[in-house]
């Protein structure tokens, strides 16, 4: 039955969707303050700034921004497309096999380059 196929993956993009959402709502609201375990203990990290970073974007304030963090924040931010359109194709009963394997190259290389990039 076509409804049941790819189940796993329509969860997998319901929670990516969900993450997503989460974490933009968590930023804009600001009710808990998470912070960084590197940082209380007076070590420095590669993606020390990343939540203010992330921040600073939602609330189009751009500048002296790294450019990882703004690939990485248009990565996630992407992810809010991406997941439903991807669900939404894999009921196409021609092709659904070529997209999930797009879906999951593109993702890998699009999370690898941002990370790569936040990292050099």
């Not at 049941?4 to 993450?19: A, D, G, P, Q, T």
């Not at 497309?81 to 190259?105: C, G, H, Q, T, Y």
């Amino acid at each position: 039955m076509i409804l049941f196929r790819n189940k796993e993956y329509h969860f997998f993009n319901f929670l990516i969707f969900s993450v997503v959402l989460i974490l933009i709502l968590y930023l804009k609201t600001e009710i808990i303050s998470i912070k960084c375990p590197y940082a209380e203990i007076g070590l420095k990290c590669r993606t020390c700034g990343l939540t203010t970073s992330f921040k600073r974007i939602l609330n189009g304030d751009f500048s002296n921004l790294n450019l990882g963090y703004l690939l990485l924040f248009i990565a996630f931010l992407s992810q809010l497309i991406l997941r439903p359109l991807v669900s939404f194709a894999l009921f196409l009963p021609d092709n659904w096999k070529l997209v999930r394997n797009i879906d999951v190259a593109f993702s890998i290389f699009l999370f690898g380059y941002t990370y790569i990039r936040l990292l050099l």
